[in-house]
C-alpha cells in the first residue's frame, strides 16, 4: 500500500483518467485512477424527455440517466434532473454549452459542469490536496483531518530555479542568451546554450524538487526559457515537471477591473507532478508565506500552484462548493438568483456601505483604539445570513430576524450555506491570532497565517454581492452593511455613555478618549461595547499620541489617514505616502525619518516642541538632493498603467515613459507597473522628461526642483494639521537650493507656527 501527501492532481484526458502524485520524505508516486464525471440538466420533465431523445444519438454521449436531486441550496426537496455522462472528460464543458444554446440559454438549468477537476476528484475520494494518505491500488484511506489546526507538515522537498542572462542591458530581450541557469544550489553553465539547457533539466529531474520556486516566473522566467529553446532546437525536450507535457501555459495573460483598479495577471506555468510558486505574482504567499498557502490549500481543497496564482475570493468559492457538495446538493453552472425588484427610494435606504464617522483632525493624546474581530463574517455568522435564508417563505409572516433599516427577514429555522462554513474559518483565524501573540510559539508564523485567512474573510463579505458568484447574494451584502451600521452606532452610544468621545469611527473600529475622570477602564468599555452589540471588540493599542489628517482636496478629515504611537513603542501609520508602493524610497525614508522623530514624545506637548526637529529632517533630505547625495535608484517612482499608450491624452510622466519603453521594443499591458526617474518635468521631448529603469545607466541627471516639490508635498502631508503648508516648505527648500542661508524670517515663521499651536489646548 502506498502512502504520502497529494501535491498535484489533473486529468489526463486522453485515457480519461485521472493522475495524482503522492509524495513521501523526497520520494514522488504516479497513481492513475479511472475517472468519469457526469454533469446534470433540470427543466420542465417534457423538456428533459425530449433533450433525452436529442442526446442520445450523440457520438460523445456515453450514458443518459434520470434521477432525483437537490437542485436549490436550502431545499431539501429533490427535483426530477437528467445526467450527463460523456465519454471523455474533456467533453463536459463543449456539451454543457452546446445544451445551453439548444434552450436558448434560458430554458435549462445546468450544474456541476465548470468544477474543478481535482478538487472534485479528490473530495468524491474522500480526500483533500496536502492530505496524508494512503492508496491500496482502487482507493484512498484518508490519515488526515483537513480543519485539523495542528497537523502533520508535508515533507516537500523545494529549490529555487533562476536563469542568468548574457547580455549587459537591464531589459530582458528574447534575443538574449542564457549564461546560466540555477537549479538549487546549482548552477549551469556549458559551451552551448541548449547544453546548458538539457543539462538543468537533467539536474532538475535529478534533484527531483516537490516545489519549485521562481521570480517572476510566469510573466519573464519560463516564457525566456521556452523561447531559447525553441530557437536551439530543444523545446521538445524541455520537461520541468514529472511527466511530458511540454511548456505550455494553462491560462493566458489578461488585464482586468479589480476594485476600482486595473489589475494585470500574467499567464500560469505550472508543472505536473510538481508546485511551481512564482513568489514574485502570488498575493497569497507574498501575505502568509509558504505555511498560509499550505493552510489555505488543505482547506479549500485547491493545489498550491494554483491556489499561489489566484486570490482568497477563489479559495472562499472552492469552500462552497465543497460544503454544498458535502450537503448533497448539485453545484449551478450560472448564478440564477435575480435582484428582486426595488423602488427609488428602496435603492436609496439598501445601497449603502458601512458608517463612518469622520475623524476630528489634529493631535490627540490618550486615545484608545478598538476594534471588532472579523465584524461582517460574524455578523453572517450570528444573524444567519445566506442567500437561501434571506426573504425565506417559512419565516415570512413570524419572522424572528429582522435587518434593522431595510426590513428583510431572515430565516432562523435552518442554518445557512454561508454562515456554516464561516463558524470554522472564524475558530481557525481566532486560533491563529492568539497564537501571534503568546511566546509560545512562533509569533511572526501565526502572524502570517492568520493574515491570510483574514483576507479569505473579507472576500466572503464581497462575494455576496458579487454579481457571479455562485452563492451570491446583493440582499446578502446589503443587510450585512445594515447590521454593521447598526453596530457601530450602538457602540457609539455605549462609548459616550461610559464617559468616552468618539474621536473616529470606520466600518469595524474606532478611537476613542476619555472626556472625565473616572470612566470605566478600557478593559470594561470593551466588554460592555461586547455584551451590547453581541460581536466582540478587542483593544487594538492605546495611544500615546495620534495625529489624524485631512483629506487631501479639502480641510475634512481623510477616513484613513494618521500617525500614532502606541504605549508599547509601536509607530502605526495608515495612508500616507510613506505606506504607498509607488513612493520613491528617498521620499518614503524621509517622512518615515519625520515621524521617527516624534516617537520620542511621550505626549502631546513633547510632541509640539519636536516638530522643529522633524522641519529640520525634511531641511536635511532637502540638501542631500541638492548635494547629489542619494542613490539614483531611491529617486524611482512606480506607477501602474491603466491603459494603452494611445489612449492617453495628456502627456504626463507615465506617458513619457511607455513611450520610452515603447522605443526599447518593450511593450506594457494595462495592469502592469512602470518605473521611471524624473529627469526635466517640463521637457516637451519626452526622451528628456524621465528615464525609465531600464535606461537607469545612462541617466546622469535628475529634476532637483521637482524632487524638491515632492519633498515639500509630503513633508505637508505629516504636518499639516500644525499649519505647515506646501508654500512654506518650497520656500525652505528653494533656498537651500539656491545655496541660501536660511534666513532669520523663515526660521521664525516655523516658530511662530509650533508658537501658536501651543497657545491651543491639546485635543
Not at 53 to 69: G, V
Amino acid at each position: 500500500m502506498l502512502s504520502g501527501s497529494i501535491i498535484d492532481v489533473y486529468p489526463d484526458n486522453h485515457n480519461n483518467l485521472m493522475v495524482t502524485w503522492l509524495v513521501d520524505t523526497g520520494k514522488a508516486v504516479r497513481i492513475e485512477d479511472v475517472y468519469k464525471p457526469s454533469f446534470f440538466v433540470y427543466s420542465k420533465a417534457e423538456d428533459l424527455y425530449n433533450l433525452a431523445s436529442m442526446l442520445r444519438d450523440l457520438p460523445d454521449i456515453e450514458n443518459l440517466n434520470f434521477t432525483r436531486e437537490k437542485i436549490v441550496i436550502g431545499s431539501d426537496k429533490k427535483k426530477l434532473v437528467l445526467e450527463v455522462l460523456p465519454k471523455k472528460i474533456s467533453l463536459i464543458s463543449r456539451l454543457a454549452g452546446m445544451i445551453d444554446s439548444w434552450g436558448g440559454f434560458y430554458r435549462y438549468q445546468l450544474f456541476n459542469v465548470d468544477l474543478r477537476l481535482p478538487s472534485r476528484y479528490l473530495q468524491e475520494k474522500g480526500v483533500f490536496f496536502n492530505a496524508r494518505v494512503k492508496w491500496d491500488g482502487k482507493n484512498f484511506f484518508l490519515d488526515d483531518d483537513q480543519w485539523a489546526i495542528d497537523y502533520t507538515l508535508p515533507g516537500y522537498k523545494s529549490i529555487v530555479f533562476d536563469i542568468k542572462r548574457r547580455s549587459n542591458s537591464s531589459i530582458m530581450s528574447f534575443n538574449d542568451c542564457i549564461e546560466s541557469i540555477r537549479v538549487g544550489d546549482c548552477i549551469i553553465r556549458e559551451k552551448s546554450e541548449a547544453e546548458t539547457i538539457l543539462l538543468a533539466v537533467k539536474q532538475l529531474k535529478h534533484v527531483d524538487p516537490d516545489i519549485v520556486y521562481t521570480y517572476k516566473g510566469d510573466s519573464v522566467l519560463l516564457p525566456f526559457l521556452y523561447h531559447r529553446a525553441k530557437i536551439n532546437n530543444v523545446q521538445c525536450r524541455l520537461n520541468l515537471g514529472r511527466e511530458h507535457g511540454g511548456l505550455r501555459p494553462v491560462k493566458q495573460a489578461k488585464s482586468y477591473f479589480s476594485y476600482g483598479q486595473i489589475v494585470y495577471r500574467p499567464a500560469f506555468y505550472t508543472l505536473l507532478g510538481r508546485s511551481h510558486i512564482d513568489t514574485y505574482n502570488s498575493f497569497l504567499y507574498g501575505e502568509s508565506g509558504m505555511r498560509g498557502l499550505l493552510d489555505i490549500s488543505r482547506c479549500s481543497n485547491i493545489s498550491l500552484q494554483i491556489l499561489s496564482r489566484v486570490g482568497p475570493g477563489t479559495a472562499i468559492s472552492q469552500i462552497q462548493v465543497n460544503k454544498a457538495r458535502k450537503k448533497g446538493y448539485l453545484v449551478p453552472w450560472k448564478k440564477n438568483m435575480p435582484e428582486d425588484w426595488k423602488t427609488a427610494f428602496d435603492l436609496l435606504v439598501s445601497d449603502r456601505g458601512g458608517l463612518i464617522f469622520d475623524p476630528m483632525v489634529g493631535l490627540h493624546e490618550n486615545v484608545i483604539e478598538l476594534d471588532f474581530a472579523s465584524l461582517y463574517p460574524n455578523i453572517m455568522l450570528s444573524y444567519n445570513i445566506s442567500p437561501e435564508t434571506m426573504l425565506c417563505d417559512c419565516c415570512k409572516y413570524y419572522p424572528k430576524v429582522v435587518v434593522p433599516q431595510l426590513g428583510y427577514h431572515i430565516c432562523s429555522s435552518r442554518l445557512g450555506l454561508l454562515p456554516e462554513i464561516l463558524r470554522p474559518i472564524l475558530f481557525r483565524r481566532f486560533c491563529y491570532k492568539a497564537r501571534s501573540k503568546n511566546k509560545k510559539y512562533d509569533k511572526a508564523l501565526y502572524k502570517e497565517m492568520q493574515q491570510a485567512w483574514k483576507w479569505v474573510l473579507l472576500v466572503c463579505f464581497g462575494y455576496t454581492g458579487y454579481r457571479n458568484a455562485r452563492y451570491g447574494r446583493i440582499e446578502c451584502y446589503e443587510s450585512i452593511t445594515a447590521f454593521s451600521r447598526d453596530i457601530l452606532l450602538t457602540a457609539a452610544e455605549t462609548v459616550q455613555e461610559a464617559g468616552y468621545s468618539v474621536l473616529h469611527g470606520i466600518i469595524d473600529s474606532l478611537w476613542v478618549k476619555p472626556i472625565k475622570n473616572g470612566c470605566v477602564s478600557s478593559v470594561r468599555l470593551s466588554r460592555m461595547i461586547s455584551e451590547r452589540t453581541g460581536v466582540r471588540i478587542d483593544i487594538e493599542g492605546r495611544y500615546r499620541w495620534i495625529v489624524f489628517l485631512p483629506s487631501k482636496n479639502h480641510d475634512v478629515g481623510a477616513l484613513n489617514r494618521y500617525y500614532g504611537l502606541f504605549d508599547d513603542g509601536e509607530i502605526k501609520i495608515r495612508g500616507v505616502e510613506y505606506r504607498q508602493k509607488d513612493t520613491p524610497i528617498f521620499l518614503k525614508n524621509m517622512q518615515g525619518d519625520m515621524i521617527n522623530v516624534f516617537s520620542k514624545a511621550e505626549g502631546a506637548k513633547e510632541f509640539l516642541d519636536l516638530i522643529p526637529s522633524a522641519v529640520e529632517v525634511l531641511c536635511d533630505y532637502g540638501r542631500r538632493l541638492v548635494d547629489n547625495d542619494f542613490r539614483l535608484e531611491d529617486l524611482i517612482f512606480s506607477n501602474c498603467v491603466s491603459r494603452d499608450v494611445s489612449e492617453y491624452k495628456v502627456d504626463n510622466l507615465v506617458k513619457s515613459s511607455l513611450f520610452q519603453l515603447r522605443d526599447l521594443g518593450v511593450h506594457i499591458e494595462p495592469g502592469q507597473s512602470i518605473r521611471y526617474v524624473v529627469r526635466d518635468e517640463h521637457a516637451r521631448d519626452y526622451r528628456k522628461r524621465v528615464c525609465v529603469f531600464e535606461k537607469l545607466e545612462d541617466c546622469y541627471d535628475v529634476d532637483v526642483d521637482f524632487y524638491l516639490r515632492q519633498i515639500a508635498l509630503y513633508g505637508e502631508s505629516l504636518l499639516v494639521p500644525f499649519g505647515f503648508k506646501y508654500e512654506l516648505f518650497y520656500d525652505m527648500l528653494q533656498k537651500i537650493n539656491t545655496r541660501e542661508r536660511l534666513n532669520v524670517s523663515v526660521l521664525s515663521r516655523v516658530g511662530s507656527v509650533q508658537t501658536s499651536i501651543l497657545k491651543t489646548p491639546v485635543k
